[in-house]
């Protein structure tokens, strides 16, 4: 779907909401499968050269707030490494063509970040790459949807914890030696890390956590001049949710919001690219909620 993005419209109506399709998609998911198709800013996102120059690893990239982020970025003049599952590959060429077709840098590299020696690999193919790293864009993370603590699973937890938590410790460990004073990390957390739903217990701590993580290492890494903020997604209308909700949720998806609607992917694209640009350089430590209303903090 496409529409005017800049234009002053009516902010509850300027995208569909529920009901949608009781879809339901398998594995990681796809962009391909989404109905109605998400706007990612394909056709409407307009750069200004905020970051113009700038090399950015992108977690998750492929499809989703990812995908937007890389239009959005791509847009704004910075070449870009985009990471995703090995199973993503079509979701992530599409970008990578969008990426090129704003005349920047893409690169593609697959790779499970639920593990440290890949986190570590990314960013030295990222550096070998681009030539440098100056915004690391943590957006990559999975939910798993579990009713009851009796059907706690420790494989899905470490699994899930590996990927959403672990991965950004590894991920700017890595990326430290290279990050110059300018540089901008950038971590995606949840409202659930605000206001957990009782099915999303075991997702909803994991981006608690990251909004922690991104309060204590703002202060870590101020005196180096490099910012570290996240953002915090209310209901986006993505592959996670058909992949993570039973299809009667996904029918009435953002409709409890005060838009009573979900947010397209276009519509939290430009927050990250506030947050990596210096427009955010006296910003730190924050976490930005976007959430169609929803008041999480
Ligand atoms: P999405 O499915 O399009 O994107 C998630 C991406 O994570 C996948 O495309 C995949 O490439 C990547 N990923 C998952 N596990 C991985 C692993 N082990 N290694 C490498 N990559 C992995 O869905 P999205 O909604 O765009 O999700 C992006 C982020 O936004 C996630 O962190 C999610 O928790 C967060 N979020 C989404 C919503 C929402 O309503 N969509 C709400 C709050 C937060
Ligand atoms: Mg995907």
């Not at 569909?16 to 706007?39: L, N």
């Not at 993503?88 to 920047?104: P, S, T």
């Not at 893409?106 to 790293?133: M, S």
């Not at 957990?196 to 309060?215: C, D, F, Q």
């Amino acid at each position: 779907m496409a529409t005017d993005l800049y234009a002053p419209t009516d902010v509850t109506t300027k995208y569909p909401g529920p009901p949608f399709p009781a879809a339901k998609q398998t594995g990681p998911g796809t962009v391909a499968e989404m109905e109605p198709r998400p706007d990612h800013g394909e056709e409407s996102y307009r750069g200004s050269g905020r970051l113009a120059g700038r090399r950015a690893l992108i977690t998750g990239a492929d499809s989703g707030i990812g995908r937007a982020v890389a239009i959005a970025f791509a847009r704004e003049g910075a070449d870009v490494v985009l990471n995703y599952l090995p199973d993503e590959e079509q979701d992530a060429q599409e970008v990578a063509e969008l990426v090129r077709a704003a005349g920047r840098t893409a690169e593609c590299r697959p790779g499970d970040i639920a593990g440290e020696e890949t986190c570590r690999r990314l960013v030295a193919d990222t550096v070998a790459a681009l030539g440098g790293l100056d915004l690391l864009v943590m957006v990559a993370g999975q939910m798993p949807t579990v009713d009851s603590l009796e059907d706690f699973d420790t494989e899905v937890w470490h699994r899930l914890v590996d990927t959403n938590l672990s991965s950004l410790f590894w991920l700017s460990k890595a990326a430290l030696p290279h990050l110059e004073p300018g540089a901008s990390i950038i971590a995606t957390s949840s409202e659930q890390g605000f206001q957990p739903s009782p099915s999303l217990l075991e997702y909803a701590v994991t981006k608690a956590g990251i909004a922690n993580w991104v309060r204590g290492a703002a202060q870590q890494l101020a005196e180096r001049g490099i910012r570290v903020n996240g953002v915090a997604p209310g209901p986006f209308w993505t592959p996670l949710q058909p992949v993570s909700d039973p299809p009667e949720k996904l029918e009435q998806f953002g409709g409890q919001t005060p838009y009573g609607r979900p947010g397209q992917p276009v519509e939290i694209a430009s927050t990250y690219v506030y947050l990596a640009s210096q427009d955010a350089s006296f910003t730190s430590g924050e976490v930005v909620a976007v959430t169609g209303g929803v008041p999480v903090h």
